[in-house]
């Protein structure tokens, strides 16, 4: 597969989503607590609440808004500002779901320090990391995920 990108890959991402769900084992259980937490995100959550919980400053020319909705799933409260959003559903009366999507991440500012991860061990040899797009490094993958260390694990072999 490498072959055939001569000048290797090149990754890049556009939309993002994090979401957590929580199951409840019954619904009479969820549905006050979903009634409560919906009502207050929609009363007293607001526009310059939202930028700062993306670590942004609120502009009042910022495409931004909230709505409240009955889906076939469940209900669900959305906040957007610009490209980015927060949801919260009730999927099926069970499940509450918080999810936050982007579909621009160039709206984050990331900045971090490139740091080299090799490994040194007490003879001071250093190791590499694995490269999954090499044919050796796929060798060893595949070998580890055969399944005969499944039970008793790796160790480390001592000198």
Known sequence: MVEKFTRGYHWSIMQVEYSLDVVFKRREVLAPLYEEISR????????????RFWGK??????????DFK????GTR?????????????????????IEATTNDI???????KVVSRTERDGKARTW????????EDQQ???AL???????????????
């Open 40 to 51: 207050q995100a929609m009363l007293t959550v607001c526009v310059p609440d939202m930028a």
């Open 57 to 66: 400053r609120f502009s009042p020319e910022a495409e931004a808004g909230s």
């Open 140 to 142: 060893i993958l595949l």
């Open 70 to 73: 009955t889906l076939v799933e």
């Open 106 to 112: 160039t709206f984050f500012c990331h900045h971090r």
């Open 128 to 135: 590499r990391g694995f490269n999954v797009f090499l044919k």
């Open 77 to 97: 409260i959305k906040h957007v500002l610009g490209r980015q959003s927060l949801k919260m559903y009730d999927k099926g009366g069970r499940v509450l779901r």
């Open 145 to 159: 995920l055969r399944g005969e260390f499944a039970i008793d694990g790796l160790g480390r072999v001592r000198d």
